[in-house]
């Protein structure tokens, strides 16, 4: 999984507490990615970072925050988390940032709202 | 907004048969990839084809894109157990952010010993 690591790798969590995944990464690259997968939606891009502090929204950001304080740490957060959160949490990480550039994934997180 | 979307939902084939899947989307693109997920991992890419490619090949697979019909195919030849997994397209298109790919929600490929 290119260096990529992920934790938890599984959660239960009952809502309205709030959570928090990481997303490690030994290959120093600038750019990381958090998405979230559901059937019969693929994968969405919830929030994005192109260094260290700088993150930007995704398509599905509604309910996440994310910090980036370290190049090799990617974090995020559910700071109240619901129902139609439970899902399984990919981080990506690429070189360039590019459209072209491919997308190296973490082995994900699956997360259980009750 | 869903860019890319995968047919057939489902396929499954026996060993040594080809495997075909179809993306299309909707609006105009920079480039198309492909990726696999197998069961409980996360994406492995495979192949990227520019809007300026007809075709490309790697190994066993061959993509094809269709700018006119907006739509790409992912063509796995001698299939193989190994390759069972989930195959999704990644679309950027020409209007969103540099970094940005919209994936379709996959085809489940099951290949029969």
């Known amino acids: 999984d290119a260096g990529i690591t992920q934790s938890p790798r599984h959660k239960v969590t009952e809502t309205g507490t709030p959570v928090t995944l990481r997303c490690h990464q030994t290959e120093n690259h600038r750019y990381m990615y958090w998405y979230r997968q559901d059937p019969g939606h693929g994968l969405r891009l919830i929030h994005y970072s192109y260094g260290v502090k700088d993150t930007d929204k995704g398509e599905v950001s509604d309910g996440y925050s994310v910090s980036r304080s370290k190049t090799e740490d990617f974090l995020l957060t559910l700071e109240s988390a619901t129902s139609s959160q439970t899902s399984v949490y990919f981080c990506?990480?690429?070189?360039?940032?590019?459209?072209?550039?491919?997308?190296?994934f973490g082995p994900g997180t699956r997360l259980t709202v009750l | 907004s869903q860019q890319g979307e995968e047919d057939p939902q489902a396929l499954s084939i026996q060993e040594g048969e080809n495997a075909t899947m179809n993306c299309s989307y909707k609006?105009?693109?920079?480039?198309l990839q492909w990726y696999r997920q197998n069961s409980g991992r996360g994406l492995v890419h495979l192949i990227l084809?520019?809007?300026?490619?007809r075709e490309k090949h790697s190994g066993r697979l061959r993509v094809t894109l269709d700018t006119s019909k907006k739509s790409s195919s992912l063509l796995i030849t001698a299939s193989r157990a190994a390759d069972t997994a989930s195959y999704f397209c990644a679309t950027a298109g020409v209007m969103d952010s540099s970094y940005k790919l919209i994936f379709g929600s996959g085809t489940r490929l099951l290949v029969r010993p």
């Open positions: 609006t105009s693109i920079n480039n």
């Open positions: 990506a990480i690429s070189v360039t940032g590019h459209s072209t550039d491919t997308q190296y």
């Open positions: 084809i520019r809007s300026n490619e």
